[in-house]
Structure formats: C-alpha cells, structure tokens
C-alpha cells in the first residue's frame, strides 16, 4: 500500500531504541519531551503559501530525522506503525 | 441529493473496518485518537487565499482518504452516514 | 421588511424537520452537534480580502445549505425565525 | 457635541422595544444573545487594511442596523445612551 | 520633560468628571466597563505596517478623545498623571 | 564584554528611583504595573518583516525609555543588571 | 554524526556555570527565569516567509548566546547534551 501525505505532512517510521544508539543518539524510554529518531518513508507536496506556491519540503524520503512526537497522530500500515506529522514537527535531519 | 461542499470542505464516507484490513491499515475502534479510513464522495472549490483566488484541492472524488476525525461533523444523507471535513484535517491519500 | 447582511453574512430561514425528511436529510432533534438545513434568504456582499476587494459569496439566494448552527445568531423578523450566520458556518449546498 | 468615532467604528442610538415591534423585529428583553436595533448616528473612516488604505464603511448615518451589543461600550452623550461598536458587530442593514 | 511615545501609542491626560460634565459626557465613577474622556498631549510615529511604512495617526496633540480605561498604563509625569494607550483603545473623538 | 540583541530586542539598564525623580517620573516601588524608566544600552538589528526586510528601530543607544518590565528578562553582565526587551514593550522615549 | 536542524532552528551547547563565569555573565542555577549562555553548534536554513524565500539566519556557527531555555528541547548527542531552540528564543550574541 502507497500512502501520499497531504501538505507539509511527511510519514515517518520510528527508529527503534537499540537502532538509535548506533547512530549516536541516546533517546531513554523515560524522557517524554525527548525528540524521537526516525526514518522519513513518504513526504507531501509541501506547505501551501499565501502566494498559493507550495513551500519546497526540506526532508526527503530516506532521511534519518528527529522530531517532536506529540504533534503527530500513529498510523499502522501493513502491520507497522508509523507516524504523520507536521514538517513543523520535525526539528533536525542527522547523518 | 448532490450535496457541493463549501471553501476547502470534503465530504468523506467512512470506510468500515473490514473494508480497511483489506486495505492494509488496522483501526482498532479502541483507538481514539487514531486516523481513520474513508472513501471521498465530493470535494469543495477550494480554499480562499487572501489574493482571493482559491487553492487548488488536493485531493478528487474517488480517493480513499486517512483523516482526523475529531475536525469533521456528521451528517445523514439519503440513509448514510457521512462526514464533512476540512482538506487540512486529511492527512494523506492511500492507494 | 428587508434585511442585508454585512460581509459574508448570510440570512437563512431554517428548514422544519418534515421538510428536511423529504429532502434526504434526517437530522434528529437531539444530535446537538449535527448541522442543519436552512434555505438561504438573503447574502452579504462578501467578506473583505486584505486588498480590499471582497470575496464572491459562495452562496445565493434561495440555496439550500446544510450548516453548523452554533455560529449564528437568532432573529425574528415578521413574526418569523432567521438565523444570521458567516458563510464559514455554512459546510455545504445541497440540491 | 460632535462625536468622531475612529477606525471602523460605528456610534449606534438602539431602538426601543415600541419602535422595533414597528420595524417588525420583535426582540424579548429576556433574550439575551439576540442582536439588537438600533439607527446609526456617526460612523468611522474604516478599517485601515495591510496596504495602508482604509476599507470602505458598509453602514452609513441613518441606517437602521440590527447589531450585536456584546462588542459594544455604552457611552452617555448630552443625557442620551448611545453604544461605540466595530463594524464587524453590526450584523445587518434593515429597511 | 518631554515624552515621545512609540508605534501607534498615545499619551493622555484624563479629564476630571467636573470638565467632562461641561462637555456633555456624563461618566459616573461607578461605571467601570465605560470609556472615559481625556486630552492627547503626545502621538506616536502610527503603527508600523507590514509593508515597513507607518500607518497616519488618528489623532493629534491638543483633541480630546473617549478611550477604554483598561488598555494603557498610568505613568506619573512632573507629578501630573497621564496614559499611556495604543491608539486602537482610543474609541472617538470628540468636539 | 559586548552584547548585540537579536531581531527587535533591546539591552536597558534600569534607572534608579533616585536618577528617575530627577528626570520627573516618580514610580513608587509599590507600583507594579507602572512602566519603568531605563536607558537604552544595545539594539537589536529590528524586527523582520515578511518581506524580509527588517524595519528600523525606534530607539537608539543613550536613549531614556519608559518601558512595560513584564516582558523582559533579566540578565547580569559584568556584575550589573540588565533587562532584555522587544522593542513592543517600550512605551515611549523621554527626554 | 553531523545534525542539521530545519528551519530556523539552532543547535546550541549549553556553557558550564565556570565557562559562563569567564565570560562575565553569572547565571546561578536558582534562577529558573534567567536566559542562559550557550554555544551554537548548528544552523538551520532559516525560517521561510510568506514569499516562500527564507530568512538569512541571525546566529552562526561557533557564536556564543543569550537564550532563553524554556523554548527548546534536549536531545543527547554522542554522549553530549545539547538543546534545539528556535532563532526566536535566542535573546542575543554576546563577545
């Protein structure tokens, strides 16, 4: 199943505890405001200016990205669970 | 009865939860604040942008549709249940 | 006595409930949050864009339109009951 | 006194009860939430909009209005109540 | 000492209720939601729009003018009491 | 050490009650919702516009402001205190 | 691992209280309103305006600033803690 957000929506798949220590990234299970690892599976078209242009998104699809979990709503694709956020959400892409 | 939404207004028909397994998303109806499943049945102009044209719709008549319930209002037509939403509470077209 | 609302106001007469069953629509009277039908009386120029100019209403007189009632404000006038209401609380037009 | 209200502000002398069942509008002094009559004494230069310029007044001096009195400031001018209301509180124009 | 105000602000000198009752505004001291009277004795450069120009002040040094108590600040000057408003709490002028 | 503010900020050094008598402003210390008087020490490049131009400050180094102290933050550079403000909080330049 | 933040977010690494003391700014950990001095380790893009161009970022790498903390969120990189602030909460740069 293809899954295509709508605006600066973009869908991400959270990266697992064990996963996230090899990038570098310690994320304890008890750190709620903590930002989250994942991997960026599906990106809209971007957000809709004024102008009625849409702004160019700044993720890609394969990007490793950390992002703030509460602004998005979990979704479950063919068994996995995955997230829909907000560009907005997303504050930074590591490498 | 032809029902036309107004502005960026979507009416949406709700996928049932069988029909959504087969799609490949599980809702289970415990979970509230989970995106559901729907079928779009009409699409609305579009919304006004302050230059006072409209912004394109993002989604067609025809799309099975994931979106946030709690924007929408309910509404009966013909016997049926339906849903009319704003495109912004659409988080993403499935194929 | 005629009436003109300002901006994108609309003036709609509500619909009874034996009207609105003939029309497709069934919205029974203790769903407090489900829109309501109405047909339109009379529209407002449109609402003001920042440039200036006033949008088109999407609306006109005589419509049949399916609206959220919370928004508006009731009147009589002539012995009869109207509710004032922005366009934005109007979801959708119904033929 | 001459009274020159600023903005897209509206000086307003309500109607009483007798002259309103006249107009036809009949309005309860129990119904609270109602919009009241009233004639337009003295009217502001307009809302000044995002470009600099000043949006046209939709109400002019003598125009009966039916508005609503939440947003207003009751103000006492040579012994007489008057309220000072936004344009945007003034519901509609009657004739 | 001279008292230049910023943006749209203003500064007023309250009108005691014996100068106001010449004027023909009667506002007793038990009426707290009511606009009071008072004289401009400084004016802003005008609010600064989002174009980067200056929107043209409403008023001027030396009129009087019905403004909103709750909106400024009591600032005491070479032991005299003055306010200071933003000009969109000053509601008309008066003559 | 140097401290350049960002956007529309503004470094104040507050005046004590002594220095504000003389200037003509008493502010008791019981007065806690009287602006302040202080002088301006640094200034920010100014706020930017959505043009993404910035607009000029209306204060300069030197200046003597009366300022709303709620929305600052205080800040101790080289033993002395110091109050960080948008230039929205700063009322007025005296003189 | 290289962290590239979105936006006109910044990765700043928070200066210890001795660092802090060199600098001449003392920050005591009681005071939980105070701004806090850090590092900027990363940059982001700028935030877009309305036009859909972006602001040229007002911080760069290796700046020392002024921020206040109750904006941004912690996340541990390598073993180090850093904080992801907006542009926006950053008050100033200090030298």
Redesign the interface.
Known sequence: ???????D?V?VEPLEAEEVTK?????PDTAK???QEGKVV?V??GK??????R?KP??KKGDTV?Y?KYGG???????KEYL?LR??D??????
């Open positions: 199943m293809k899954i295509e957000p709508l605006e929506r869908v990038g570098g990234i310690v994320l405001e903590r930002p599906a809209g078209p809709m200016l004024e102008t009625g242009e702004a700044a993720v950390v703030a709503m979990e979704i479950e694709v063919d068994g829909i560009e907005s997303i504050l930074a892409v590591v490498e």
